[in-house]
Structures are given as structure tokens and as C-alpha cells.
Nanobody
């Protein structure tokens, strides 16, 4: 099982970024996928979830600004992040829960004020 996250970078407050997570090694279409984030020194936080049928869920802090989506043909999930705030600065991880949890390597998002 492999997960490869990309798309992070430096953006000004109010800007947008789109994260991608390409995966392999399991049947992607039948599993729930997750985006987490972690600020140094703090616990990893669940940001968004997308179920096999495409139903999303979000932590309150990002509702209305972030959109999670999936492309089952490409074994990929996305996180479209709009109206970014400095407090969104973190390393973002994609993850899947099979018999155990698997994580991507993380991609750094930095939002300047």
C-alpha cells in the first residue's frame, strides 16, 4: 500500500491550493479516505473524510472553504482549499484505514498573513 501526497506550498491568506493523494495497493473504490493535518507540536487533526460513494465530511474549521473529492479511476483523492487562513498552515497527510492505517508522507502548506 502506498500513498503519495502532493500540492502543498506557500500561499497568501485568502488564496487557494489543491492537494492530491495518489494511492496504490488496494481496492480504492470501496474504502473511505481521509485528509489529516498536523501543526508542529500539536496532535494530528482530521480535516476531511470521503466515503466510497463520495459523501464528504469536514471538521468545522474548514467547512465551506475546503472540498474533498475522489477519482476512483485514478486511485486519487483531492483537497481543494480556498480562502486559506494562516491557521491552516500545517503538514497535510492523506490516509486510509485497512487492517491497519496507512499514511502518505505529508505535504507542507504554509499560509502567510
Amino acid at each position: 500500500v502506498q500513498l503519495q501526497a502532493s500540492g502543498g506550498g506557500l500561499v497568501q491568506a485568502g488564496g487557494s491550493l489543491r492537494l492530491s493523494c495518489t494511492t496504490s495497493g488496494y481496492i480504492f473504490s470501496v474504502v473511505t479516505m481521509y485528509w489529516y493535518r498536523q501543526i508542529p507540536g500539536k496532535q494530528r487533526e482530521l480535516v476531511a473524510t470521503i466515503r466510497p460513494g463520495g459523501t464528504p465530511d469536514y471538521v468545522d474549521a474548514v467547512k465551506g472553504r475546503f472540498t474533498i473529492s475522489r477519482d476512483n479511476a485514478k486511485y486519487t483523492i483531492y483537497l481543494q482549499m480556498n480562502s486559506l487562513k494562516p491557521e491552516d498552515t500545517a503538514v497535510y497527510f492523506c490516509a486510509v484505514r485497512l487492517k491497519t492505517d496507512y499514511w502518505g508522507q505529508g505535504t507542507l502548506v504554509t499560509v502567510s498573513s
